[in-house]
């Protein structure tokens, strides 16, 4: 997930589930995954399971059944048969691929044959990348996941799973879709006509102007704004030329060419809540989209309405100039609509509700997108809670997917865990005291009500290192440290002094799937590693910016189990070439070429420079030294993170890496050169 825009990630395989059989679609531990995964952009396909011989029943093994997963059958070598193997559900197996006797490369060299879902999987999620290729090309823009998922099922050929008396096993008579890549290529060609909608995937190929800034406080009256395009009925399908509409204003158009949005500019203020609704008239489906001022994608609704009518709220964080595409569902409709964004009502105030000790079970709503829930309370040393914040997923409430945070002050002290997408987390405070929970949607679209339960007990483990800033437990340089995860959600803050410019390396082993993070002096989230280390140990590398405290946190991935673990700390000075050296930025100068050289394919040169209003076009060359680079890529950000920036690698001639963007108003950017080898390049930022 971190590196969705680094590496231009479009789709997740996963080939691997459970031995169960279900048909019935409930969100699993990897719900969170799927669910943030798609908010970036990247499809999940999940191998629906082997085990249909066994069970001979319809269902798939999870995490296919998950919603946020795009399950996977499997067919032989005729694609209008299941494999016998095959789990299958008419409701839950989004797509069958060819999965028999695929021919692939073997671990030993050379090539074998291997059947399964897990070979139909990865055939999708190839599809939906070359889908996503096709897009580009074609539309200028990317697909949304829930394009994806209809361009690939509506363009599906159908069979039915019928009887074979060769295959062995009884047959569900189901209707399922299978895979056809030609067909679906034409169902994305049939996108196109007219100008593209604003890109609303993870890697935001530059940002659209968002015209002038003019918040406004809300009001305007409620007569229709007529289209400005007289004859047409539809609005200009550019974000520079988007119609502009004020809050509290209903517009009146119709889409006249499918594929085709109408886009609208609307100023939106900080603090406000409003409310969009999208009411087809003739329109059969109507589809909403939100984009942020710098044409990223904020929210997205197909049904929130009425019947097909499209429906949402958002909480504004920062004012601006947002925009709203009007489009059709799968953009295959024309038809006229009614576009209502309501005149923006303030946010309620903070406050918060004191717990009293006596209090275990609490009733709450999330009442619109973006809402937080404070809860004061008194917690008290070496005692062991347990906060739990459910919704849908254990039926007690509506709220689809909540988030709890346990805050000291401004200091998050653990957050979102548990199963499905309900909320769980332990916690033994170092100090007695004051602390606040904050309950919430995990995205800012969503309401709903939701239950909180508080559990205590004394704790009675082996001494526990506290979480957070409390902590008194250091980490020395080139120290070994050995200690224990007590409870599942338990997390061991270390202090470790480091020194600028030195990069250090922090390494934890012997837990069932080790988990480190890492934290500034004041507690804020700085880097992560997963399993980096080799099996499931972590290994994560940092270099230093100036000499501080810092916190290395100890845990389980998903707060899943409990254990032992050793962790320590090794330091060099850095190389200036390393896949952590995200901070080491040289300066880069408009029209004067930078000579560099990567030593690394696994590393990355990252340069900063302050540029202002204007398009720029960056260039990465094979460089002119003894050893140049082959194919040479190119990052663009606002940070250093690169966690939604702008990526090419062969947009110029060959293998040079061509990358053009706009920046709306003055700010620092930072760039990044890497290459799938190491070598000379030549890097050049000019103004167009």
Do not use: C
Not at 99 to 110: H, I, K, Y
Not at 217 to 228: F, L, Q, R
Not at 237 to 244: E, G, H, I, N, S
Not at 543 to 559: H, K, L
């Amino acid at each position: 997930m971190n590196n969705a825009s680094l590496y231009n990630v479009v789709a997740v395989n996963n080939s691997w589930g459970g031995s169960d059989n279900t048909n019935v679609e409930s969100r699993t531990f990897y719900g969170d995954e799927f669910a943030a995964l798609k908010r970036l952009g990247v499809v999940s396909f999940v191998a629906a399971g082997n085990d249909y011989a066994e069970f001979e029943a319809v269902g798939v093994g999870g995490p296919a059944n998950d919603p946020g997963a795009f399950a996977v059958s499997s067919s032989n070598a005729e694609r209008n048969l299941l494999s016998n193997f095959s789990q299958r559900s008419e409701t839950l197996s989004d797509i069958v691929a060819p999965g028999s006797n695929v021919l692939g490369a073997n671990s030993g060299g050379g090539v074998i044959s291997i059947s399964g879902t897990s070979m139909a999987s990865p055939v999708a999620a190839g599809a939906a990348a070359l889908a996503q290729e096709l897009a580009m090309s074609a539309l200028g823009r990317r697909l949304t996941v829930d394009e994806i998922y209809r361009v690939m099922q509506s363009s599906a050929s159908v069979f039915v799973d019928r009887e074979v008396a060769s295959d062995g096993v009884k047959n569900s008579g189901a209707t399922f879709r299978h895979l056809d890549i030609k067909a679906m290529g034409e169902a994305i060609l049939a996108l196109g006509g007219g100008a593209p909608a604003p890109n609303p995937g993870p890697a935001n190929p530059g940002p659209a102007n968002p015209g002038p800034a003019n918040p406004v406080a809300g009001g305007g009256n409620n007569a229709p704004v007529e289209d400005e395009d007289s004859d047409s009925g539809t609005f200009l399908d550019d974000l520079k030329d988007a119609t502009a509409i004020q809050a509290g204003q209903t517009a009146i158009g119709g889409l006249d060419t499918a594929g085709s949005p109408d886009l609208f500019a609307v100023d939106f203020v900080a603090g406000k809540i409003y409310g969009i609704a999208l009411v087809g008239v003739t329109l059969e489906d109507p589809y909403l989209r939100v984009f942020e001022p710098n044409g990223s994608l904020l929210a997205e609704n197909d049904d929130g309405g009425n019947g097909l009518d499209s429906a949402l709220s958002l909480s504004i964080s920062s004012s601006g100039r947002y925009y709203v595409a009007v489009d059709s569902h799968l953009g295959s409709e024309t038809g006229t609509y009614a576009l209502a964004i309501s005149a923006g009502a303030a946010a309620a105030a903070g406050r918060v509700r004191t717990v009293a000790n006596s209090e275990k079970v609490i009733a709450g709503e999330v009442a619109y997108g973006g809402q937080l829930i404070d809860y004061g309370l008194e917690l008290t040393e070496g005692i062991l809670y347990t906060f739990s914040l459910r919704g849908a997923d254990s039926g007690v409430g509506t709220l689809s997917d909540p988030y709890l945070g346990l805050f000291q002050g401004n200091e998050l002290i653990t957050d979102d865990g548990g199963v499905g997408l309900d909320s769980q987390f332990s916690f033994i405070p170092a100090t007695s005291g004051s602390y606040k929970l904050v309950a919430s949607g995990y995205t800012s679209t969503e309401s709903g009500s939701f239950v909180l339960q508080i559990e205590s007990e004394v704790y009675k483990g082996p001494p526990d290192v506290p979480a957070g800033k409390s902590t008194q437990a250091k980490l020395e340089v080139s120290a070994n440290v050995s200690g224990e995860i007590n409870f599942k959600g338990d997390q061991d803050w270390f202090q470790v002094n480091l020194q600028a410019g030195n990069e250090y390396s922090f390494a934890l082993s012997g837990l069932s799937d080790s988990l480190l993070q890492l934290f500034d002096s004041a507690g804020n989230f700085v880097d992560f590693d997963d399993d980096s280390g080799g099996g499931y140990d972590s290994l994560l590398r940092f270099i230093a910016e100036s000499d501080d405290t810092y916190y290395i946190a100890a845990g389980v991935y998903g707060n899943l189990d409990t254990g032992s673990y050793s962790l320590s700390i090794s330091s060099q000075a850095a190389t200036g070439d390393s896949v952590s050296n995200t901070r080491q930025a040289g300066s880069l100068t408009l029209d004067t070429p930078v000579n560099g050289s990567l030593v690394s394919e696994e590393g990355y040169d990252v340069y900063t420079v302050t540029l202002g209003l204007g398009e720029y076009v960056l260039t990465a060359f094979p460089g002119n030294g003894e050893s140049p680079m082959e194919n040479p890529f190119v990052f663009v950000d606002g940070d250093q993170f690169f966690l939604d920036g702008l990526f090419d690698d062969d947009g110029g001639s060959g293998f040079v890496s061509s990358l053009e963007f706009s920046i709306l108003e003055p700010m620092d950017v930072v760039i990044a050169v890497g290459g799938y080898d190491s070598g000379d390049y030549s890097l050049l930022l000019k103004y167009l």
